[in-house]
């Protein structure tokens, strides 16, 4: 059966008004970084359950979760990339434990989604962001270049120790791909790009 969600951010905004008002009441959340307490981590059990009982006091059932804890360094293959992964296992853990079943995740390193233009003229006058590969700025990341090889290594790392832990706690994984679609950006490969590498993902 085909479900209607809205990603809704975890504070109250407009948003929460206008999918009461269009009847939609499944959400996809973002992650509770800005209600943390002192010594929590934004995978802990307390501020999840927080986050889950502000949805739900506003109307909605949370379906995904789409939003990530730091992750440049298991996408880079960096030192520290393992205490990285572990926040994300504690993440998923405790999904499991609130039955919110899927958390979509991705494999951007340095910068996610680009955009060039954020009010690009449209339907009924309207604005809407757009791209263009010539007006990425020279100083969108300040790292060294990495191939797509390297990005392929350190997901399979990454995959080795999370894959388990999501399948004992019942969550599903799902990779959102790269926005927008296309290799490299300013020496940074992306390779969740095309049809033959979500295949070769799911291989893995």
Same mark, same amino acid.
């Given at each position: 059966?085909?479900?209607?969600?809205?990603?809704?951010?975890?504070?109250?905004?407009?948003?929460?008004?206008?999918?009461?008002?269009?009847?939609?009441?499944?959400?996809?959340?973002?992650?509770?970084?800005?209600?943390?307490?002192?010594?929590?981590?934004?995978?802990?059990?307390? #501020? !999840?359950?927080?986050m @889950?009982?502000?949805? /739900?006091?506003?109307?909605?059932? *949370?379906r +995904?979760?789409?939003?990530?804890? #730091? !992750?440049?360094?298991? @996408?880079?293959?960096? /030192?520290?990339?393992?205490?990285? *992964?572990? +926040?994300?296992?504690?993440?998923?853990?405790?999904?499991?434990?609130?039955?919110?079943?899927?958390w979509?995740y991705?494999?951007?390193?340095?910068?996610?989604?680009?955009?060039?233009?954020?009010?690009t003229?449209?339907?009924?006058?309207?604005?809407?962001?757009?791209?263009?590969?010539?007006?990425?700025?020279?100083?969108?990341?300040?790292?060294?270049?990495?191939?797509?090889?390297?990005?392929?290594?350190?997901?399979?790392?990454?995959?080795?120790?999370?894959?388990p832990?999501?399948?004992?706690?019942n969550?599903?994984?799902s990779?959102?791909?790269?926005?927008?679609?296309?290799?490299?950006?300013?020496?940074?490969?992306?390779?969740?790009?095309t049809?033959?590498?979500?295949?070769?993902?799911?291989?893995?």
């Open positions: 059966m085909l479900e209607i969600a809205e990603f809704i951010s975890p504070k109250p905004t407009p948003v929460w008004k206008l999918a009461q008002q269009c009847g939609v009441n499944l959400a996809v959340a973002g992650l509770p970084f800005d209600t943390l307490k002192p010594g929590e981590k934004v995978g802990d059990l307390a #501020p !999840l359950t927080r @889950k009982a502000d949805y /739900e006091a506003g109307g909605f059932d *949370i +995904v979760i789409e939003s990530r804890p #730091p !992750l440049n360094k298991a @996408k880079r293959g960096l /030192e520290g990339r393992d205490e990285e *992964i572990d +926040v994300v296992c504690e993440l998923l853990t405790n999904m499991g434990k609130l039955g919110i079943k899927v979509c991705e494999w951007m390193t340095d910068f996610n989604w680009v955009r060039t233009k954020m009010d003229p449209s339907r009924g006058g309207s604005v809407v962001t757009s791209f263009d590969v010539k007006d990425v700025p020279e100083n969108i990341t300040s790292n060294p270049p990495i191939s797509e090889e390297e990005l392929w290594t350190n997901l399979e790392y990454f995959l080795k120790r999370v894959v832990v999501a399948e004992k706690a969550v599903k994984l990779m959102h791909p790269d926005d927008p679609p296309i290799t490299p950006i300013k020496g940074v490969s992306r390779i969740m790009r049809i033959d590498n979500y295949h070769r993902l799911l291989q893995r």
